[in-house]
């Protein structure tokens, strides 16, 4: 499972796991009962946060009811994950928007301005999800 987090961003390093997580799982990425996400103290050491963090994640994830976790077995993703739960992160992620373009207002940014930085970043993106191909020397 690949996670990115982003340390100097104003929104909760709790807060991007958990939407990244959810939005795995409401993309199909991660399905239902199918695959084991990684212990608390794997991902912990793979985005090199606290493992209470990742616990808190987890422990939220599961009270939505988008995770389940199965003594001795691990986490996995909810069997009602996909009940809802794409219209409930889309809402989300809308807030989120919202509070960056709140504060793209509040600096005085132009509604066009707001969006060429949106599509930089979705470039941005685009560029790092990209594979990297080698050209031969």
Request: aromatic content about 2%; charged content about 20%; hydrophobic content about 35%.
């Given at each position: 499972?690949?996670l990115r987090i982003e340390k100097g961003s104003a929104v909760p390093i709790?807060?991007?796991?958990?939407?990244?997580?959810?939005?795995?799982?409401?993309?199909?990425?991660?399905?239902?009962?199918?695959?084991?996400?990684?212990?608390?103290r794997e991902l912990a050491r793979e985005l090199a946060v606290n493992q209470?963090?990742?616990?808190?994640?987890?422990?939220?994830?599961?009270?939505?009811?988008?995770?389940?976790?199965?003594?001795?077995?691990?986490?996995?993703?909810?069997?009602?994950?996909?009940?809802?739960?794409?219209?409930?992160?889309?809402?989300?992620?809308?807030?989120?928007?919202?509070?960056?373009?709140?504060?793209?207002?509040?600096?005085?940014?132009?509604?066009?301005?707001?969006?060429?930085?949106?599509?930089?970043?979705?470039?941005?993106?685009?560029?790092?999800?990209?594979?990297?191909?080698?050209?031969?020397?």
């Open positions: 499972m690949i709790s807060r991007q796991i958990g939407s990244q997580i959810a939005m795995l799982c409401a993309s199909g990425k991660l399905r239902p009962g199918e695959e084991r996400l990684p212990s608390v209470n963090t990742i616990l808190r994640v987890y422990e939220r994830l599961v009270s939505e009811g988008l995770l389940e976790m199965r003594h001795g077995q691990g986490t996995f993703v909810s069997s009602h994950a996909q009940d809802g739960s794409l219209a409930a992160h889309r809402s989300r992620l809308l807030e989120e928007l919202r509070q960056i373009a709140r504060q793209g207002v509040a600096l005085g940014l132009s509604h066009e301005q707001i969006h060429e930085l949106l599509s930089e970043a979705l470039d941005q993106l685009q560029q790092n999800a990209s594979p990297q191909t080698e050209t031969p020397s």
